[in-house]
């Protein structure tokens, strides 16, 4: 069974940075692409980022050069690194096996100040 736990979600200033990481189970990590969304108060979720098996990424344009998705196959492990965070960034984060069913249960990430 697919599971997937994010952490390193938190409270921040705007202009710092947080790192979320998503520990995945129950699947051959580096096969798959992955993702990571998040949810907004008001809003439905959106795409962040993803990254295929290949290694290449895509970003929201919101989130382009200020966070950077990476992967560590060898530890079934998904990164996000997140720099310049804003309020607007301020959602419940999701860990995502791509174009499947597999969620993790989200991570808040709170920008304030």
């Known amino acids: 069974q697919v599971q997937l736990v994010e952490s390193g979600g938190g409270y921040v200033q705007p202009g710092g940075s947080l790192r979320l990481s998503c520990a995945a189970t129950?699947?051959?990590?580096?096969?798959y692409a992955w993702s990571w969304h998040r949810r907004a108060p008001g809003k439905q979720r959106e795409l962040v980022a993803r990254i295929t098996s290949g290694g290449s990424t895509e970003y929201a344009d919101s989130v382009q050069g200020r966070f950077t998705i990476s992967r560590d196959n060898a530890k079934s492990l998904l990164y996000l690194q997140m720099n310049s965070l804003k309020p607007e960034d301020t959602a419940v984060y999701y860990c995502?096996?791509?174009?499947?069913?597999?969620w993790g249960q989200g991570t808040q990430v709170t920008v304030s100040s």
């Open positions: 129950g699947s051959i990590f580096s096969d």
């Open positions: 995502h096996r791509a174009f499947t069913n597999y």
